[in-house]
């Protein structure tokens, strides 16, 4: 096994594209789940309007620690724009 650190990044669906490019531009593979509904420090996210501009979404990735602080450096001002939350975990992943 592998130890990793584990990220996951709720953001304003909107900010997706921009997002997935920073991910990319450090050469992180990552998963997005569409559609994150909840409460924060902006009140409820519901998945309920026409436009999706006020959806979430949560992207998933994995990252080696010290590729860590470049992803939380890039990923910062998304979060200072729109809000959202930045989770990260230690995980051991099963190397196949």
């Known amino acids: 096994m592998q130890a ?5 990044i709720i953001l ?5 594209p921009k997002l997935q490019r920073l991910v990319e531009k450090l050469g992180l593979n990552y998963t ?15 998945d309920d309007d026409l ?4 959806t979430n979404i949560c992207l998933l990735t994995a990252c080696k620690a010290e590729q860590l602080p470049a992803l ?14 930045c989770l990260v975990s230690d995980v ?3 190397i196949h």
């Open 72 to 85: 939380v450096e890039v990923v910062r001002p998304l979060l200072k724009k729109t809000g959202g939350l």
């Open 32 to 46: 997005v789940f569409h559609h994150a509904t909840g409460r924060g420090d902006r009140g409820i996210r519901a």
């Open 51 to 54: 436009t999706g501009v006020f």
């Open 12 to 16: 304003s669906a909107p900010e997706l």
């Open 92 to 94: 051991l992943s099963v």
């Open 4 to 8: 990793l650190k584990k990220v996951e």
